[in-house]
């Protein structure tokens, strides 16, 4: 380890920074962030520095830099753009032994900054020694996709309440059990869901009944998108990642599978047509079984929970049984799907609705307001319509829709191995059969569909490979 990794209380430290352009700026915003007393030497400023001096929030010595400008200083900064003025800043600091780091050249330092993320109280500092500072920044981002933006408040909640967990629990080891029961459970997750009132209501409970371990756990219903594991949501990944037991359909893609929790017990319980691995009431009941020995259980879903994907149904269940429980929405395949086909499902000048609907109703049958569906200026997207796709053509055209609209059948949407198949409402049952496209498949039905040659964007390498193959050839 090169450098030995600290924080630095700078609360009314006197700091100096030296330069007054862009870098400058972002150093003297850090150092007020974090309360010091900052002094700028500069004969230039850039405009919100200059405001920053105006109203008196830092001192400002309008010249070049002398040497005298840093004794007596906690930490200094040399941030001009010339090599000559930094290396002097850098010589007197360290003669005082004064804290010094110059901008871009780590061999005139005595300390680096790293890249920070801030949710404070809860600071997290990403350095590469100065090796890179560009991949300090890359990693920190990663690190603010995992990190709820409410941990700091988190931190300050738990900070509140060490008195309280002292007095209750007499050893290190109960209270230290107590406290990893309560943030891997509903306690952090309230938090993180904006509900702090109910948070601290709850470890109220845990702490009156000296709770520590979980007595119940709780279901994340988590939405999965239709492919694209770039398209799950931050909280997504991060419930993923913390679940101990995933119960997952035949929907999520394997690398979004790939994402989750690699501990954790993997239950298989997906659905085909006629061919249910597990029956509804059976993964409802499921769910309740798992959560009540104590588990946190990752209910993983192609698309978004709430349309056509159930998430009611077995929510009601948790809600009779006393199951806590979070829904993540996810990217619904008719989003995904159209938007990554270049089908906008809304367009001033092609359609100004557009209807979800099912093509395989509960009892098998494709019973559906087909009046209000055909109608002009409208876009329809049919999930699970491949079955029943000579029902829908036929319909379609019987109450009235032209049969020369537009339609496309889009195959496996957002993933490597997507395929558009466009035809129209009247050729939709042969496209089915000349293409042999096959589950997951999204049916779009409208004028919209008539933009997808102008405006697809997404080539998938699969099939761009191979078209570039059979041009070579």
Not at 190 to 196: P, R, T
Not at 269 to 290: R, S, T
Not at 438 to 455: D, M, Y
Not at 456 to 467: A, I, N, S, V
Request: with cysteine; hydrophobic share 40%; aromatic share 6%.
């Amino acid at each position: 380890m090169k450098h030995f990794p600290v924080f630095l209380s700078l609360t009314d430290k006197q700091c100096v920074v030296v330069g007054g352009g862009d870098v400058a700026e972002r150093k003297v915003d850090s150092l007020l962030n974090a309360g010091a007393s900052v002094t700028v030497v500069s004969p230039q400023l850039t405009p919100q520095l200059a405001y920053l001096a105006k109203e008196s929030k830092i001192k400002h010595l309008d010249r070049e830099y002398q040497s005298e400008d840093i004794l007596g200083a906690f930490l200094v900064i040399a941030a001009t753009n010339n090599a000559a003025i930094n290396q002097a800043v850098a010589e007197v600091a360290n003669s005082q032994n004064i804290l010094v780091n110059v901008v871009d050249n780590t061999e005139l330092c005595n300390f680096i900054v790293p890249s920070v993320l801030d949710r404070s109280p809860v600071t997290v500092a990403v350095s590469t020694g100065g090796a890179s500072p560009v991949l300090a920044r890359q990693l920190r981002m990663k690190l603010e996709s995992m990190i709820p933006s409410s941990c700091g408040e988190l931190a300050a909640i738990t900070e509140e309440y060490r008195e309280k967990v002292k007095q209750k629990f007499s050893s290190s080891s109960e209270r230290k059990a107590f406290w990893e029961n309560a943030l891997k459970g509903t306690f952090s997750e309230l938090v993180y869901a904006g509900q702090a009132h109910e948070a601290r209501r709850l470890l109220d409970e845990l702490l009156e009944e000296k709770i520590t371990s979980a007595q119940i756990g709780e279901v994340y219903l988590v939405g999965a998108g239709p492919g694209d594991p770039d398209l799950l949501t931050f909280k997504a990944v991060r419930l993923m990642q913390r679940a101990d037991v995933m119960v997952y359909d035949r929907l999520v893609s394997q690398p979004i599978l790939d994402m989750a929790n690699k501990n954790a017990q993997r239950i298989y319980v997906g659905k085909e047509k006629d061919n249910h691995a597990v029956p509804q009431d059976k993964i409802n009941d499921l769910l309740v079984d798992l959560a009540k020995q104590g588990k946190r259980v990752l209910r993983l879903k192609g698309g978004d929970p709430f349309i056509f994907g159930r998430g009611g149904e077995e929510i009601e269940t948790l809600v009779e049984e006393g199951v806590p429980f979070q829904v993540v929405p996810g990217v619904t395949a008719a989003s995904g799907c159209s938007s990554y086909a270049g089908i906008p499902l809304t367009h001033r000048d092609y359609a100004q609705s557009v209807t979800f609907a099912t093509g395989h109703l509960k009892d098998g049958s494709i019973n559906l307001n087909w009046d209000q569906l055909a109608q002009p200026n409208h876009t329809i997207v049919f999930y699970m319509g491949l079955t029943g796709i000579h029902v829908i053509s036929e319909q379609l055209i019987a109450h009235g829709l032209p049969a020369d609209t537009s339609a496309a059948l889009v195959e496996q949407g957002t993933t490597r191995n997507q395929r558009v198949h466009i035809g129209t409402v009247e050729s939709l049952p042969q496209l089915v059969k000349d293409s042999g496209v096959r589950a997951p498949t999204l049916t779009i039905v409208g004028n919209v569909v008539e933009l997808h040659n102008k405006l697809h964007w997404f080539k998938p390498k699969k099939y761009q490979r191979e078209t570039e193959f059979s041009k070579n050839t």
